[in-house]
Every structure is written in structure tokens, then in C-alpha cells.
């Protein structure tokens, strides 16, 4: 398993948490509702943070204001418990014959309804709303019928859709009662809360850094630890030269990785190729990124699910939040596979492109999304596809033509430099007429992003 006790950074000599008795705070983020805000050009240091919403698509108070705000009790005891309630619901879901793949669509479908309700019933809503299983009491009936048609069309009847609805409001009630006796327990900043233990573990060709917390070990590969130690110092000025400042990454670092191990979704995490980001970035200028997380993101600055974990590693919330100001510059989007994702986000595009391109400002987005027959017959993609005058180039690729990063690259030990071959894909690039000025699609540009993207293809 490899060695214990202090494990040396070789290029920085900190030592670990592991032994240290220092007292961490607990991360209790607290998410003000967001307000109109005026057009934002996005750079790196530019951003107005965008409230985070509970999960996929998160939660937001009334736009304009509210006096409510939603607090997110982010500590590993937390997490874990997290992770047991959902794993029940997967776990009836695979009894009942649900593959795992319908299980996360229905899961992420989930989350972003239950945020869209939470913003519309203003901000009471808000408040004790869980970003994993964000449900109080029930689903909304418009919510209740859009999951159950997911597990339907996953080959499911309608009675065990809906048995493993019901399943998941009870236990949602049930994580939000243990949340709330770990948040009253634990409080605000224990002097007793364990400490998180850090091992490097030693693979035959890789290293890993493990990250034990109460029995619960998770690893990720050491240029990913590397990574997050970076964007940490980054984003926080904490300097993790001490200490108590070094197990506060840690217990932050724990937090965020137990998260997305939570919500699975290895393919929903699929990042593209650092060639192809790398020669995207050169052509297009991209300054955020959409539907990343601190996992996969290439970026300084990017939007994610769970702002209560990522923002200490770069994150400005959700996305959905995001697009709700106007923005100017150049923007990669790589949303999850899921419909009502798409839906959402076409609408969201639709309202950001004609309200720059009355305004006469640079505005370009590339939009990454899965693209099989049923997809491409749909009428969020067509409508995309047709929307004039901002849809300028569409990429379409077969899914052997081209490749994807795997979703759970920083538990791998070559994930970055063996492409996976996940669906077939289509590339929006949508601009207003200035945004088209400023990155011109020219015959050689998209030949070049084309070529670099197709030499990713597995069989390449």
C-alpha cells in the first residue's frame, strides 16, 4: 500500500496531515442569491461569481435579489454520508435493471430540475436544499414525470420508475436530517475532528497520493495532486507552508475528490484531449470553460456543479448561473449527456447570442455535445444546428473517428495519453457577427482544429 507516516512534497518538502493534531476549519460555504448583473466580459481575474446551485444545475434564489441564502455543509464526514445515501438508490436502481449509464442520466436530470424548481419558488426553496440528493419532501409533479421517462426510456416500467423515485425522496430526508446532526456535532470549527491522513502509495509505473479520512481512502495520481495543490494557492492565497494551512487543503482536497467519486459519472466527466485543448485554446482564445470540474478542468477559471467544493480550486459556480448574465469573449462548453441539459443550455445560448449581438459585442461559443441519430432528429440540436445567423461551423465526428478523456483521469495512470472512444459528437461553434470578426472559423483554422481532433481517435 505503501509507506506511512510524513510523506515529503519533493519539489516543496511539506509535510503532511497525517499525525498533525492542528484543528481544520470546516468548509461551510454560503451562497448569496444571485442579481442582475451587467454584461460581464469573462476573464481569468473578470468574473462576477454566479450563485452555485444545489448539484447538476444548482440552487439560486430570485433573480434580483431575496434575503435567504443557501448554506452547503461541506466536511468529509459529510461527504461520505453523501455517498452511502445515494449508492442505496443505485443500488435498488440495479436490482430493478437499471444500467448505470440511465442510472447517472437520471441522477444529473435529478439535479438540474430540482435546482430549476428550488429558483422558481423563490428563496425559501433554498435553504437545506443538498447538492447530491436535493430533495426536501417531494418531486414537483413536472419533475417527477421527466425522471421517471429516463428510467422508462432506459428500458424500465413505469412502477419501478417510480419505486426508485420515492426511494430517493426518502433518502434524501434521511441524508438531510444526518446532515444536519453532523453539522450540529461537528460545528463550525472542532478542535477534535480527525485529521486527514495522506500516504503516498507506490504503483509499478505511477505514484499516487491517498487520502484516508475515518476509514474512508481515496487516491489520485500525483500530477493531479500537484494540480490542486497549485490551484488551491491560486484561488485562496493560503500558503501551504504550515501546517494547519496544508491540512486545510487536504480536508478540501478530500471534499472535492469524495464528491465526484459520489456521482460516479465517469462518461459524464469525459474532458477532451490536451491536444485538441491545446490547439483549440491557440485558434479560439477560449477564457472559461462550462461543465468542468477540479478534476478535469485546463482552464484557471471554469464553471462546475458543486460550487461548495470547487471554488477553492477555481470555480465560479454553475454554469446555468453563468450564462444567466450577458457575457463577451470566447467560451468551451462540454455539457454532460443528458437532454434536459441540452434543452436548458440551448435556450440559455439562444438568450446570450442575440442579446450581444444587439449590443455589438465579441461573443463566441464551442459547444461539445453527444450526437447519435435520436440526438441529432431532436429539436434542441436541429434548432441549434439552424440558428441563424450564430451557428457558423458544425463538426460532426463518428465515435471511432475521434477520442475523449476518461472522466476519472486522476485516478489513472495513462488516461491523458490513451483516448477513449465514447459516442459520436457534434461541435457547435456559434459567434455573433463581431465574435466572428475577432475568431474567424477560416477553411484552415477549422481544418487544423479537425485534424488535431481526429488524431485522438483510439485507433489512431
Known amino acids: 500500500m505503501g509507506k506511512k507516516g510524513k510523506m515529503k512534497d519533493k519539489k516543496r518538502g511539506h509535510p503532511t496531515a497525517e499525525g498533525n493534531a492542528a484543528a481544520v476549519p ?22 462576477t461569481a454566479a450563485a452555485a446551485k444545489g448539484g447538476g444545475a444548482g440552487v439560486v434564489g430570485k433573480k434580483g435579489g431575496g434575503s435567504a441564502a443557501a448554506t452547503v455543509f461541506s466536511h468529509p464526514a459529510a461527504e461520505v454520508a453523501r455517498e452511502s445515501a445515494l449508492a442505496k438508490i443505485r443500488a435498488l436502481a440495479k436490482r430493478k435493471g437499471v444500467s448505470n449509464a440511465t442510472f447517472e442520466k ?5 439535479l438540474l430540475g430540482a435546482g430549476m424548481e428550488s429558483r422558481d419558488a423563490g428563496d425559501a426553496a433554498m435553504v437545506g436544499l443538498d447538492p447530491v440528493l436535493p430533495v426536501q419532501k417531494k418531486f414537483g409533479l413536472d419533475l417527477a414525470e421527466r425522471v421517471d421517462a429516463v428510467l422508462i426510456e432506459g428500458g424500465v416500467d413505469e412502477r419501478i420508475a417510480r419505486a426508485v423515485r420515492v426511494l430517493a425522496a426518502k433518502a434524501a430526508q434521511k441524508l438531510k436530517t444526518e446532515i444536519a446532526r453532523l453539522a450540529k456535532s461537528i460545528g463550525p470549527a472542532s478542535i477534535t475532528e480527525p485529521a486527514i491522513v495522506v500516504k503516498e502509495i507506490e504503483m509499478p509505473t505511477h505514484r499516487q497520493i491517498g487520502l484516508e479520512f475515518d476509514g474512508t481512502l481515496l487516491k489520485l495520481n500525483k500530477t493531479h495532486y500537484d494540480k490542486l495543490l497549485k490551484r488551491y494557492e491560486l484561488k485562496t492565497e493560503d ?6 494551512a496544508f491540512a486545510r487543503f487536504h480536508k478540501a482536497l478530500f471534499n472535492v475528490v469524495q464528491r465526484y467519486k459520489t456521482i460516479c459519472g465517469g462518461g459524464f466527466q469525459c474532458a477532451l484531449p490536451p491536444p485538441v485543448w491545446a490547439t483549440l485554446r491557440g485558434e479560439l482564445d477560449f477564457e472559461v470553460e462550462g461543465f468542468a470540474s477540479p478534476l478535469n478542468c485546463t482552464l484557471p477559471t471554469f464553471c462546475s456543479a458543486f460550487k461548495d467544493t470547487d471554488e477553492v480550486f477555481g470555480s465560479v459556480g454553475s ?4 450564462l444567466e448574465q450577458d457575457r463577451e469573449g470566447s467560451f468551451a462548453l462540454n455539457p454532460p449527456y443528458v437532454h434536459d441539459y441540452y434543452v436548458e443550455l440551448s435556450k440559455l445560448l439562444k438568450q446570450r447570442l442575440a442579446s450581444a449581438e444587439e449590443a455589438g459585442v465579441p461573443l463566441s461559443f464551442m459547444v461539445v455535445v453527444g450526437a447519435n441519430d435520436a440526438v441529432r432528429q431532436s429539436e434542441w440540436y436541429t434548432g441549434l444546428e439552424n440558428l441563424k445567423p450564430f451557428c457558423r461551423k458544425l ?8 477520442g475523449f478523456i476518461d472522466g476519472r483521469q486522476h485516478m489513472k495512470k495513462d488516461a491523458l495519453e490513451k483516448p477513449l472512444a465514447v459516442c459520436d459528437t457534434g461541435a457547435f461553434f456559434l459567434q455573433t457577427t463581431e465574435g466572428a470578426k475577432k475568431w474567424p472559423l477560416t477553411k484552415e483554422r477549422m481544418a487544423k482544429i479537425e485534424k488535431v481532433w481526429r488524431g485522438t481517435a483510439p485507433s489512431a
Open 319 to 322: 454554469v446555468f448561473e453563468w
Open 106 to 110: 437520471w441522477h444529473f436530470t435529478w
Open 26 to 47: 470546516t468548509t461551510l460555504s454560503t451562497v448569496a442569491p444571485m442579481h442582475p448583473a451587467k454584461r460581464v466580459k469573462s476573464d481569468t481575474g473578470g468574473h
Open 395 to 402: 463538426l460532426f465526428m463518428k465515435i471511432h473517428e475521434h
Open 239 to 244: 500558503t501551504t507552508e504550515d501546517a494547519a
